[in-house]
């Protein structure tokens, strides 16, 4: 009964190619994020949802497009794949948008060849 | 423009001694602070927390102070347990934005048996 949870946990694949990442949460939560952690382990949010509403969108290439069809869910979708995007993506949820506790889930390591 | 900083990329302390985490931050919005803990393989999880009308914060052998003339804050362990070690990130949020974290690279805590 993970509270939230990522698909697949690890992906391989080559340059320019399109994939995607699921998220889910069962935790009842109204807000979810995605944020992406590079080799210089920085991380740093990419997006937030609110009820399925975008409200935080930072500078993300348009490759990147969240897209949310409840709000359990919050899916990556990443086109034409770069050498770049090779990270760790971490979703996230919080009980609404003014909560500071956000719960991570175990992360997505993306390896781009 | 690294707004938090976590200067110490690792930290060995003796089982039953104290940890000390160290961040500092730059940006004087931030008003929120938060400390999350990582295991390998797993998504951060929420430790403590301190809003800036508060300069300390307990929670079991957790505490959090927080300095704001010199903009910094530290997590003390007392006393370390091997089962603490992990990574430690360090996130500052202004309430009066998006709320969005901003993380610190993390500190990797190693506690000897």
């Known amino acids: 009964d993970t509270a939230v949870s990522q698909t697949p946990k690890y992906l391989v694949t080559q340059m320019g190619n399109d994939k995607s990442i699921k998220c889910e949460q069962n935790l009842g939560h109204d807000t979810m994020y995605w944020y992406k952690q590079d080799s210089k382990k920085f991380l740093k949010i990419m997006f937030s949802?609110?009820?399925?509403?975008?409200?935080i969108n930072e500078t993300v290439p348009n490759r990147f497009s969240p897209k949310s069809p409840d709000k359990a869910h919050l899916n990556l979708h990443i086109n034409s794949l770069e050498l770049g995007d090779s990270a760790v993506y971490f979703c996230a949820s919080s009980q609404e948008r003014f909560s500071y506790e956000q719960y991570f889930g175990p992360g997505t390591r993306l390896t781009v060849t | 423009d690294q707004q938090v900083k976590q200067n110490s990329p690792s930290l060995s302390v003796q089982e039953g001694r104290i940890s000390i985490l160290n961040c500092d931050y730059t940006n004087s919005m931030f008003d929120y602070f938060l400390w999350y803990k990582k295991y390998p393989a797993e998504g951060p999880t929420f430790l403590i927390s301190i809003s800036s009308i508060k300069d300390k914060n307990e929670d079991g052998r957790f505490t959090v102070f927080l300095n704001k003339s010199a903009k910094h804050l530290s997590l003390h362990i007392v006393p370390s347990q091997p089962g603490d070690s992990a990574v430690y990130f360090c996130?500052?949020?202004?309430?009066?934005?998006?709320?969005?974290?901003?993380f610190g690279t993390g500190t990797r805590l190693k506690v000897l048996a």
């Open positions: 949802y609110n009820n399925k509403e975008l409200i």
């Open positions: 996130a500052a949020s202004a309430t009066s934005g998006t709320y969005k974290y901003i």
